[in-house]
Antibody, heavy 122, light 110 residues
Framework: QLQLEESGPGLVKPSETLSLTCTAS??????????WGWIRQPPGKGLEWIGH???????YYNPSLKSRVLISVDTSRNQFSLRLSSVTASDTATYYC??????????????WGQGTLVTVSS | QSALTQPASVSGSPGQSITISCAGT?????????VSWYQHHPGKAPKLMIY???KRPSGVSDRFSGSRSGNTASLTISGLQPEDEADYHC??????????FGGGTKLTVL
């Protein structure tokens, strides 16, 4: 059974860079079947897709965040990471990592972490 | 890419059926079968309930069903139970490796 766990600072100052890591257990990040994604939910709002990555390193980003986002993968540690630069208060959200089943006629996030709240404040 | 449109809240009594709509465009919901629905109890990990418009993952109750008409997808929950009270989010592939979510719907079981 796949488990995903997000980790990283819960408080980030404005203009700095938010960094989170997602550690997978119970399955390999190097699977050719899946991608690995980040989604966030600001307080009181809906979910927002941030981007996803393949084990080979190919990345796909939300156009509205593309200039500030970097997603990377470390297959040796079975982890993938998110960096979001120049953060503002509007980046305050619960950040989720998830496995993306994107093959054939499927395009869905079938496993999620529990999420981690990141607050942007001085 | 604009977010999909869901009602902010719906409610129903135990045993009743409810339907949550998710309105999009021909660029997302209307383009392919890559529509999914997620159940989210606050503080817990979101759970995939429906994929490919109307398919259920193993272990998901058949009380949950999905459908699509044109550019609008729908999630129907029949025989409402107290544990169904949660937030529900729709999601669609929008081409060019882009995904878009709805604003979420809070389901209250009266």
């Amino acid at each position: 059974q796949l488990q995903l766990e997000e980790s990283g600072p819960g408080l980030v100052k404005p203009s700095e860079t938010l960094s989170l890591t997602c550690t997978a257990s119970g399955a390999s990040i190097s699977s050719i079947t899946y991608y690995w994604g980040w989604i966030r939910q600001p307080p009181g709002k809906g979910l927002e897709w941030i981007g996803h990555i393949y084990y080979s390193g190919s990345t796909y980003y939300n156009p509205s965040l593309k200039s500030r986002v970097l997603i990377s993968v470390d297959t040796s540690r079975n982890q993938f990471s998110l960096r979001l630069s120049s953060v503002t208060a509007s980046d305050t959200a619960t950040y989720y990592c998830a496995r993306l089943f994107l093959i054939g006629s499927r395009g869905d996030f079938d496993y999620w972490g529990q999420g981690t709240l990141v607050t942007v404040s001085s | 890419q604009s977010a999909l449109t869901q009602p902010a809240s719906v409610s129903g009594s135990p045993g009743q059926s409810i339907t949550i709509s998710c309105a999009g465009t021909s660029n997302d919901i209307g383009r392919a079968n890559l529509v999914s629905w997620y159940q989210h109890h606050p503080g817990k990990a979101p759970k995939l309930m429906i994929y490919e418009v109307g398919k259920r993952p193993s272990g998901v109750s058949d009380r949950f069903s999905g459908s699509r008409s044109g550019n609008t997808a729908s999630l129907t929950i029949s025989g409402l139970q107290p544990e169904d009270e949660a937030d529900y989010h729709c999601c669609s592939y929008a081409g060019s490796s882009i995904f878009v979510f709805g604003g979420g719907t809070k389901l209250t079981v009266l």
